[in-house]
């Protein structure tokens, strides 16, 4: 069984308590495939001809721009705190990320909301709190589930992003501080193991850091 590759847009932040409305917030801003429904246009032993089926869009700069500007952006409205309304969206340098400037964004900063973008450094895949672990943390969950259809990914992917919890994503943001403390270490390097805090032990212990220290000296 042949099932094709799907891509997904994922936005999250760190992980803190929302003093406005009194929760926690988890840092998961939301995760979308890169898909359109569309009525099918042949039977098979699935489904009969004309049911709303995914099917896989190309993601170019405009694809990606309307993802942004059309469904991340709201979101993070609805969902983060509103303590601080001024929103960095960091992306690496995909040549469809290309497609969102801080001229597209300016529409979207309203009631006091700011959106500004900033690219990830080149070569610089360990600063990408996505790729640093959270990522790695969804697909162990995903290799659990069995999916036999393009629907079945979606379903997985986007029942497993609800289930990780916000320990997941603070644990990354605190692995990134280290990160960039290594960084500073190494003269804006990147050769350097990555850190091991042991995070979930400390966590146990009641002794987990709120934010890695760093030393005056590398600020110099």
Known sequence: MFIPKIMFLAAVGRPRYDTER????????GMWPIVEYRPAQRN????????????LVNID??????????QVIPTIKAKFPTSNKRIVLQHDNETPHGGVTNEDLVSSSTDAWTFVVRSQLPNSPDLNVLDLGFFSSLQALHHKLVSRSLDDVIHATL???????????????LTLQAVMRLVLENNGGNFFRLPHLSKDAL?????????????????A
């Open 22 to 29: 009194g929760t926690y917030f988890d840092g998961k801003i």
């Open 44 to 55: 098979s032993r699935h489904r009969p001809a004309g049911t709303i089926v995914a099917t």
């Open 61 to 70: 700069a405009t694809v990606y721009r309307n993802y942004v500007v059309a």
């Open 159 to 173: 029942a497993v992003f609800g289930l990780s919890g916000g320990e997941t994503l603070g644990n990354v943001f």
């Open 203 to 219: 966590r146990r212990a009641g002794a987990l850091m709120s934010n890695v220290s760093c030393p005056v000296s590398l600020s």
